[in-house]
Nanobody, 119 residues
Framework: QVQLVESGGGLVQAGGSLRLSCTAS????????MDWYRQAPGKQRELVAR?????????ADSVKGRFTISRDNANAKITVILQMNSLKPEDTAVYLC???????????WGQGTQVTVSS
């Protein structure tokens, strides 16, 4: 079992920055990758950024050059940070942390955090 706790998010003006944090605890040894997804009202959930256990990162085209994902392992936990710069109104969504675990890539999800970018 993996537990995910998110923090950060909020309301920001276009062009501003926000920092999201997701801390994983529990059976973290089996985590293959940690992702940030987002879901806006009426839209499908989309993958925003991924970082693997080996540190390889991937980004959605819409956030490349603006968002940065990083991770830190300490105190039997993994903390993944999503630094979001040059935010746009279209970045408004609920952001969800995801951990892919084990041989069969079981998904664990955080509770989600709201990001609202005003124009």
């Amino acid at each position: 079992q993996v537990q995910l706790v998110e923090s950060g998010g909020g309301l920001v003006q276009a062009g501003g920055s926000l920092r999201l944090s997701c801390t994983a605890s529990g059976s973290i040894i089996g985590i293959n990758a940690m992702d940030w997804y987002r879901q806006a009202p009426g839209k499908q959930r989309e993958l925003v950024a991924r970082i693997t256990s080996g540190g390889i990162t991937n980004y959605a085209d819409s956030v490349k050059g603006r968002f940065t994902i990083s991770r830190d392992n300490a105190n039997a936990k993994i903390t993944v940070i999503l630094q979001m710069n040059s935010l746009k109104p279209e970045d408004t969504a609920v952001y969800l942390c995801n951990a892919r675990w084990g041989k069969y890539l079981t998904d664990y999800w955080g509770q989600g955090t709201q990001v609202t970018v005003s124009s």
